[in-house]
Nanobody, 125 residues
């Protein structure tokens, strides 16, 4: 059973960068297409970025395109989210998610069957 644990969140100023990490325990991360979601207080969970099993295909929400980069290292069982030019509206709990069916690029949380506990990102103005 694969489990996901996120890290790397924190409090930063607008314009700063952060790199989130998602560590997978157990074998088999390479069988999952992966994604990052975020949820701000009082708001629904929002799709951020998706990545295919092999890491060759990516898909981003318009709100982060050009600023965020999703990547993975299957040999290390890691998934990353590099966040640059952060804005106050990026403040949220960020969670990584895995889709065991392998289909890539879904924006729907219900399509993902593996979730981490989340890491808080706070961007001050």
């Amino acid at each position: 059973q694969v489990q996901l644990v996120e890290s790397g969140g924190g409090l930063v100023q607008a314009g700063d960068s952060l790199r989130l990490s998602c560590a997978a325990s157990g074998r088999g991360l390479s069988m999952y297409s992966m994604a990052w979601f975020r949820q701000a207080p009082g708001r629904v969970r929002e799709f951020v970025a998706a990545l295919s099993r092999g890491g060759t295909s990516t898909y981003y929400a318009d709100s982060v395109k050009g600023r965020f980069t999703i990547s993975r290292d299957n040999a290390k069982s890691m998934v990353y989210l590099q966040m640059n030019s952060l804005k106050p509206e990026d403040t949220a709990v960020y969670s990584c998610a895995g889709n065991s069916r392998g289909s890539f690029g879904s924006r729907l949380p219900s399509d993902y069957d593996l979730w981490g506990q989340g890491t808080q990102v706070t961007v001050s103005s």
